[in-house]
C-alpha cells in the first residue's frame, strides 16, 4: 500500500500526529517539574510547621509563606507549569541569538518585562496559531487550490515574522525618540552647570524631571552610580546598552574630558550646539526625501483617477470611429 503524501488528508494527518506527540511530551514534561516543584513546596511546608522551628517559622511566615503557598489555584499551579514549559523551549534557542535579541529587548526597554527565552517562546506561539489557521483555511482544500495554499503559507510567514517585527519597531522607535529628545537634554546639562550643579546632580535633575526614554535610562547611570560604579563606566554602559550613534559620541567625548580635566560646562555648551545644528539637518535630510517617498502614492492612487478624467470623455468617440 503506497501513502500518497501529496494528498491533503494524509499531510494534515501526518501534522496532527506531529502537533499531538510534541504536546504530548510538553505535557508530561510540565507535570512532571509541577510534581517537583509541589515536592519541594511540601518539604518547605514540613521543615516550617515542625515543632522544632516553630519559632523560625513565625518569623518568616509573613515572607516566605505568603509567596509560596498563598494565591490562586492558577498561580500556584497552572504558572509555575507554564514557566517550565517555557523554561524548556528556550533551551533549544542559539546562545548567540539569545544575547542578540537580549540587547534589542533592553534597547526596546523590556516590553512586557520580556526576556530573550519569553520572545522565542512568543515566535513559537505564534507560529503554531498561524500553522493552525493555515490548516483550518486549507481544511477543504482537497483540489490543492493554490491560492488557498499560497494563503496558508503567507499567513504562516507573516505569523513567524511578526514578533520580530514589532521588536524591531518598538527598537527603532525608541532610538528615534533618544535622537529627539538628546539635544533638549544637552540644553538642560548645559543649563544645569551653568548654574553651578555638577555632572552627576544634572544627570539626576534631568532624570528626575523627564518621563521619556532618555530620562529612564539616565536614571539607571545615577543608579549605578549610587551603587558604586564609576561615571565613566555608567556612562559605557548606557553607550553599549542603547547603541546611539550621537549618545555614544557625546558619551566618548565627556569621558575624554573627565580624563583631561576639562570644565564640563565648555563641553556640554558646544555639544548642545553641535546637537541643535545636526538636528536641523535631520529635519532638512527628512523634508528632501519626502517627494521621492510621494512618487508611489501618486503613481498608484492619483495618476489613474486624472488619467480616467482625461481620457475617460474620448473613449466613446473612439469607439464609434473604430
Not at 494528498?7 to 510534581?35: A, E, H, R, T
Not at 547611570?221 to 565613566?232: L, N, P
Not at 583631561?260 to 565648555?266: E, I, L, W
Amino acid at each position: 500500500m503506497k501513502i500518497n503524501f501529496v494528498d491533503p488528508n494524509v499531510l494534515f494527518l501526518i501534522l496532527g500526529l506531529l502537533v499531538s506527540i510534541i504536546g504530548f511530551w510538553i505535557l508530561m514534561y510540565g507535570m512532571i517539574s509541577w510534581f517537583k516543584s509541589g515536592n519541594r513546596i511540601r518539604g518547605r511546608l514540613e521543615h516550617y510547621v515542625s515543632v522544632k522551628n516553630q519559632r523560625k517559622s513565625r518569623i518568616l511566615n509573613s515572607r516566605i509563606l505568603p509567596r509560596e503557598v498563598s494565591g490562586s489555584l492558577f498561580n500556584r499551579t497552572l504558572i509555575p507549569w507554564i514557566k517550565s514549559v517555557f523554561t524548556l523551549l528556550a533551551k533549544f534557542a542559539p546562545e548567540s541569538q539569545t544575547t542578540k535579541l537580549d540587547h534589542e529587548l533592553a534597547i526596546a526597554g523590556n516590553p512586557y518585562k520580556l526576556r530573550a527565552r519569553d520572545f522565542y517562546v512568543l515566535r513559537f506561539l505564534f507560529l503554531v496559531a498561524g500553522c493552525l489557521i493555515a490548516f483550518f483555511i486549507n481544511r477543504n482544500n482537497l483540489a490543492l487550490d493554490f491560492m488557498l495554499l499560497l494563503v496558508g503559507g503567507l499567513v504562516i510567514i507573516f505569523s513567524f515574522i511578526l514578533p520580530t517585527a514589532w521588536l524591531s519597531s518598538k527598537v527603532r522607535a525608541t532610538k528615534d525618540e533618544i535622537r529627539r529628545d538628546l539635544p533638549d537634554a544637552l540644553d538642560m546639562l548645559s543649563v544645569c552647570a551653568s548654574a553651578g550643579l555638577g555632572f552627576d546632580q544634572s544627570l539626576q535633575k534631568i532624570s528626575s524631571y523627564w518621563k521619556t526614554a532618555l530620562g529612564t535610562e539616565l536614571k539607571r547611570v545615577i543608579h549605578e552610580m549610587e551603587m558604586g560604579i564609576a561615571r565613566s563606566s555608567a556612562l559605557k554602559n548606557l553607550s553599549d546598552r542603547l547603541d546611539v550613534d550621537d549618545l555614544s559620541r557625546f558619551i566618548t567625548i565627556i569621558i575624554q574630558a573627565e580624563i583631561m580635566g576639562m570644565s564640563y560646562a565648555d563641553v556640554l555648551h558646544s555639544q548642545a550646539a553641535q546637537m541643535r545644528i545636526l538636528r536641523q539637518f535631520r529635519a532638512k535630510e527628512m523634508a528632501n526625501r519626502l517627494p521621492a517617498r510621494m512618487i508611489v502614492p501618486l503613481a498608484t492612487l492619483i495618476f489613474p483617477a486624472l488619467i480616467a478624467v482625461i481620457v475617460g470623455p474620448i473613449i466613446p468617440t473612439l469607439l464609434d470611429l473604430f
